[in-house]
């Protein structure tokens, strides 16, 4: 909850965030928005609606007075149908998510990237699409080949940008390094650029293999490298830019 958070963002220098849906409800999307209305710090709500619902008009209009919703997410990751992302009644939904401003989190893992890119070549100009933690590359099992050479491809997109997050639980949970991820984030970097890719905690799952504390000084290891410019790209401005904050 927001009370658990705000220290935890205080300790690490993290001035705001936007929550992100987990539960594929309304019910949750309204959950989301009451809080960031009670707590400043949440400047933003990522919300899910029914995207292939006939009646999605009708659900984004009873949204429409809520400034914080900037976006939508459906977990994809968890359907099982390889066509899903290229239905053409979530390509619909999809398209009216644009008209409409609304971004959209793409929640996939790598064995999902192939429907992923013909999504990709089938959405509208302009359409703002963040993939969330890199896609879920398979680290465990250090298979790299064919997730970058399908990233590669979303990121000629250039309305497609990309969340630094997620890796700690796609690794052994107990006892990953730094190293583990090196060639995935130097990939999403030469293949993205820092101007389109965005610092995300995945808080709270990410506790599952790290703390907040961990996962700032392991986006910070690689960071810190980059000019200051591309730093505040990576850690609030590529944010603020997406969501519109």
């Known amino acids: 909850m927001p009370h658990d958070l705000q220290p935890i963002?205080?300790?690490?220098?993290?001035?705001?965030?936007?929550?992100?849906?987990?539960?594929?409800?309304?019910?949750?999307?309204?959950?989301?928005?009451?809080?960031?209305g009670d707590f400043s710090f949440i400047q933003g709500v990522v919300g899910w609606v029914d995207i292939q619902d006939e009646e999605l008009d009708e659900q984004l209009d009873?949204?429409?007075?809520?400034?914080?919703?900037?976006?939508?997410?459906?977990?994809?990751?968890?359907?099982?149908?390889p066509e899903f992302l290229l239905r053409p009644a979530f390509l619909s939904g999809i398209k009216k998510l644009h008209e409409r401003n609304f971004t959209y989190d793409l929640l996939i893992t790598y064995n999902q990237l192939s429907q992923a890119v013909r999504f990709a070549d089938q959405l509208a100009e302009g359409q703002s699409v963040v993939i969330d933690h890199l896609?879920?590359?398979?680290?465990l099992e250090k298979e790299f080949d064919s997730w970058a050479?399908?990233?590669?491809?979303?990121?000629q997109h250039t309305n497609f940008y990309c969340k630094f997050s997620g890796l700690v639980t796609e690794a052994?949970?107990?006892?990953?390094?730094?190293?583990?991820f090196e060639p995935y984030i130097n990939h999403i970097f030469d293949s993205f650029g820092a101007e389109r890719i965005i610092f995300g905690s995945d808080w709270p799952v990410c506790t599952l293999?790290?703390?907040?504390?961990?996962?700032?000084?392991?986006?910070?290891?690689?960071?810190?490298?980059?000019?200051?410019?591309e730093q505040e790209m990576v850690w609030h401005k590529n944010a603020q830019t997406f969501y519109k904050l």
């Open 9 to 36: 963002l205080k300790k690490n220098g993290v001035d705001g965030c936007i929550a992100v849906q987990s539960d594929q409800s309304l019910i949750e999307t309204q959950f989301l928005l009451d809080l960031a």
């Open 62 to 81: 009873f949204f429409s007075h809520e400034n914080k919703l900037k976006g939508f997410r459906h977990i994809v990751q968890g359907e099982s149908d």
């Open 135 to 139: 896609a879920k590359p398979n680290i």
């Open 149 to 155: 050479a399908y990233m590669k491809k979303l990121s």
């Open 172 to 180: 052994k949970w107990n006892s990953w390094t730094k190293e583990d």
């Open 209 to 229: 293999a790290a703390d907040y504390s961990q996962i700032i000084e392991l986006v910070s290891s690689y960071v810190d490298k980059l000019s200051k410019s």
